[in-house]
Each structure stands twice: as C-alpha cells, then as structure tokens.
C-alpha cells in the first residue's frame, strides 16, 4: 500500500549505522512512524527530507510490519530556528506536546498547522517566546479535546469582572464574586486572550497583544494548564525553562 502526503517530522530517531526512523504529522493521516533507509548517509537524497523540523512531500509504503519512506522533498526545514537555542529547544517542546496529542490514522489538519505557523513565527521572531508558547500549548488542548470552559463564570454565569480566577485543574473560570481556591487569578484582558486562543479561527490565534506582565501570566496560566491534562513531564519543556533560568 502506497500513500503520498505532505507532513511534518517531528520525531526522528537513529537505527543502526545508517537509517533513521521518523514520526511524521500529516493532514491527512495524522501521526506516521516509518523507516528512512540510509537516511544518516551524508549522500543520502532523503537525509535533509527527513530531518527534524522538515516539512515536505512524502512517498510512503507499507511493509507488512511498517511504513517505509520511499521519496521525499523538502518544502521547508526551518533552518533558522538552529541559529538560536532558545527558539530550537521550544521548537523541540512543541514537536513533543504535538507527539503526545496527536493521533494515528485520522486527520490532524489543524495540529499540524498550527505547529507549522508557531515554528514560522518561531523563525521569525515577530512575537514573543512567552506568547507562542502559550498559544501554542492552549490551542494543542483545544485540538487535543480538552478545550476549557471560558465563556462565563461556572457559578454564576457573569461574563467578566475586572480579575477573574482561572481553575487550571478543572478547566473552568470565575469571576471576582465567586474566588475559586487554588485557582490562578488574573486580569480580564488575559481571559480575554484565552478566549481569543481558543474560540477564534486558526489563522487569527496569535494576531493579539499583552503586555510584558500579562504575557507572564498568560504563560504560566496555559502551562499549568496544559500539565494538568498531559500530566506527565515534559523533557523538552523542563529543558527549555532550564535555559530562562540561565
């Protein structure tokens, strides 16, 4: 069985000496895993097609164990995001939230655009680390299905109040009369943003602003948040906080 997509890697792993195995996230398929033969040769026409962070067009077909990648060309690798540290490891967190949301053999159009548009953003530096990071891990759970209830207030229904009280446990927030315990309080332009990231359409999600100390708070709000639904570490998001803290 032959199938052609387009995808993104987003895993890669050496076997052997020479070939590689990659987990691809297509439109179509959702997450691939498929064999790379003599990929890690520096000759190799599919050695750039199939490295990290390389999205292409793929030529795949299936043994009676795997998927085998027969050809590949590039469309896009990402080079710059090898220029700066800070930008590769968040890159790399984002490739591993997609990894472990994500789901085989059915479409995931919108997991893959959307890591697609933050690894852009990520080359280009137009936006701040703290915000596509945080658009990212809250649009991933809305994918996932873990969107959370923001449009009112879950005891009394009011829409919003000056602070409002973000439950990261539960998924819920409240308005200033009815303080949640535990739940993180912030102001209503960063439930605001919440809302935005998680209601409005996918090309839209990062055309918003906050300031420095809400941008914080927003960071914080869709990490805690995200971990409450994976809830597992993370390697590559504990690596990449390692490097703010340097």
Avoid: W
Avoid at 16 to 42: C, H, P, W, Y
Avoid at 76 to 100: G, M, N, P, T
């Amino acid at each position: 069985m032959q199938r052609k997509t387009k995808g993104l890697v987003i895993r890669e792993q050496k076997i052997g000496e020479s070939d590689r195995l990659v987990t691809l996230l297509t439109a179509d398929f959702g997450m691939i895993k498929a064999f790379v033969r003599r990929a890690n040769q520096l000759k190799s026409r599919l050695n750039s097609a199939t490295a990290l962070f390389a999205y292409g067009d793929y030529t795949l077909y299936k043994t009676k164990d795997a998927f085998v990648v027969d050809d590949a060309s590039p469309i896009e690798v990402f080079f710059d995001l090898r220029k700066d540290i800070d930008r590769l490891s968040l890159a790399q967190y984002f490739a591993q939230l997609a990894y472990e949301i994500g789901a085989q053999e059915q479409p995931e159009e919108e997991l893959l655009r959307l890591m697609l548009n933050s690894l852009h953003l990520l080359c280009r530096g137009e936006k701040s680390l703290s915000q596509i990071k945080a658009v990212f891990e809250l649009r991933a759970m809305c994918i996932g299905g873990y969107m959370p209830a923001v449009l009112a207030c879950d005891n009394c229904g009011t829409y919003e109040t000056p602070t409002m009280y973000f439950d990261t446990l539960e998924g819920k927030i409240y308005c200033e009369n009815c303080p949640k315990e535990g739940a993180l309080p912030v102001p209503k332009t960063v439930v605001t943003a919440v809302r935005f990231i998680c209601l409005t359409e996918p090309t839209k999600i990062f055309s918003f602003s906050l300031n420095e100390e809400n941008t914080k708070l927003l960071s914080e709000l869709a990490e805690k948040y995200m971990l409450s639904r994976v809830q597992r570490k993370l390697s590559a998001l504990e690596f990449y906080k390692g490097l703010q803290r340097i």
